[in-house]
């Protein structure tokens, strides 16, 4: 495990430096996804970064963590949606190689397990963090073994994310995710997290007990993890 600390403005820049050394050593690297704000800055860094010719996706495939059930990818708070304007569609990767848990067809999650496994497993997994500990759309109490499938989202997921509705009533209650498994089987991660709104849930997560209450409290368990926060997202460590 490894912790890195330092300003959000320079955040994004130090994981983009990460992926840029992924894919010069794997040009065909198999990456993973994650939504909200956290990520934006690092979508960004990455975009400047291929336009500039610095990197290049045309032959990395994308596997994201969660979708909304009920959204399909044109609905604007849709995942989908979110990593096609945000990223998929500002840079040259092959859209038919970028995949998003489908939000209307949830039968067969099992499925989008054996298409990462088919694909040859995720070389880097992104994720942020919710401040009861859930990553992915993984809520407490969800069990470690887990693999990709259908949740009832948490009341304060819901309050978290309705800035990005008109209001909470908008805000899907169920989503489909990434199990816990599937993104522990990630050979390295990458957690970002901002904000003084984490420091608590970060505290638990790298120095509490490993327990199904603190979902994130599993990567302590993982060989290559690495957290980058800043020092608001960092208070509470000892």
């Known amino acids: 495990m490894k912790i890195f600390i330092a300003p959000e403005a320079e955040l994004a820049s130090m994981v983009a430096d990460r992926y840029e050394a992924l894919l010069k050593a794997k ?10 704000s956290t990520p934006l800055g690092l979508y960004a860094e990455l975009v400047r970064r291929n336009k500039a010719g ?81 990553i992915g759309f993984n809520e407490p109490g969800t069990p470690l073994d887990s693999l990709t499938h259908v949740v009832e989202l948490e009341e304060s997921t819901r309050v978290a994310n309705s800035r990005f ?19 522990m089987n990630a050979r390295a991660i990458i957690l970002m997290a901002i904000g003084k709104s984490k420091a608590e849930i970060i505290a638990k997560t790298l120095q509490g007990p490993i327990c199904t209450e603190v979902p994130a409290s599993i990567l302590q368990l993982h060989p290559f993890v690495e957290f980058y926060l800043d020092p608001e997202a960092a208070a509470l460590l000892k």
């Open 27 to 36: 040009p065909d690297a198999i990456l993973g996804g994650a939504t909200g």
């Open 54 to 134: 610095k990197i290049s996706f045309k032959d990395v495939k994308t596997f994201n963590l969660d979708e909304y059930v009920g959204l399909d990818g044109s609905h604007d708070q849709s995942y989908r949606y979110f990593m096609n304007k945000n990223l998929f569609e500002q840079i040259d990767i092959d859209i038919a190689n970028t995949h998003v848990p489908s939000g209307i067809v949830t039968e067969n999650c099992a499925d989008y397990d054996k298409e990462i496994e088919a694909a040859g497993g995720i070389d880097l997994q992104l994720l942020g963090i919710g401040v009861d500990g859930h």
């Open 165 to 183: 509705f008109k209001s909470i009533d908008e805000v899907p209650t169920h989503a489909v995710t990434m199990g816990i498994k599937t993104v």
